[in-house]
């Protein structure tokens, strides 16, 4: 995917029958086979927004691309439009395309306070959640440590492309930061997704509701109609045997009784 120095704007329906390769290899493409009816989505630097049609209604679109770290500009520019959206046009779908290599790592935006940042862009999606607007994530290409937290696994439902590129962190930094020989966290990946990278193994863990092959704008329309207001997933990540105990200990908590 290359690099976008200057604002770009696409129009999917320009894109008339052009072929377009499977998955995407850059947003445009990706724009073009997830809004087969149509979009105006535009790129500022590298931060999405726009709206596009599905199943013949309006949904706000706002994303990443450029595998660009978030920092202090681009959490508030998501936040703004998920908040214009929230303002502008209750309950309107709001889909989230996750391309990201998570928080920027710069002495300017840690004395800005990045975390902070972060977590406002979180609170303005979970806010959207809770006045009624469906929140479907996407990760068409990389999705990296908290640019991907705070992002993608905020939505009602969070689905990726087989290509793309998920992971809280690398093995070797996880090695040095745990203390742990990197040998052996290799060893565990092999059977526990838990320190395994790539869709399958957060799909397995319950973080991914599923992998998009084939129509991605059938994909979309489905995801839409299905979406859930609950979190479930613990319990997808205990069925699906990628998170066995994390459901259990939550229940647990939850039954002990309050101490004043």
Known sequence: MGALHKDTAFTAQAAGQQEVQPYAVGWQALIARLFPQGAQVSAQGSVLSGTAQVDGKTVAV??????????????????????????????????????????RLRHRDEMLGINSYMAHLAK???????????????????????????SGMMANACYALP?????VMALPAMARITKVPEEKLTALAQDNPVFAPGPANYERMGGIQAIWYGDLGAALQEALHTADTQDTRMELGAQRGGRTMAKKVADRLLSLPLRH
């Open 163 to 167: 290509e793309a590129v998920i992971r």
């Open 62 to 103: 706002t994303g990443t691309c450029d595998h660009v770290p978030i920092g202090v500009e681009i959490a508030l520019a998501q936040a703004t439009a998920v908040l214009d959206a929230v303002r502008q046009h209750p309950g309107r779908p709001i889909v989230l395309l996750v391309d990201t290599v998570g928080q």
């Open 124 to 150: 303005c999606l979970e806010l959207a959640r809770q006045s009624g607007h469906q929140i479907i994530a996407l990760v068409y290409d990389q999705a990296l440590s908290g640019g991907f937290i705070t």
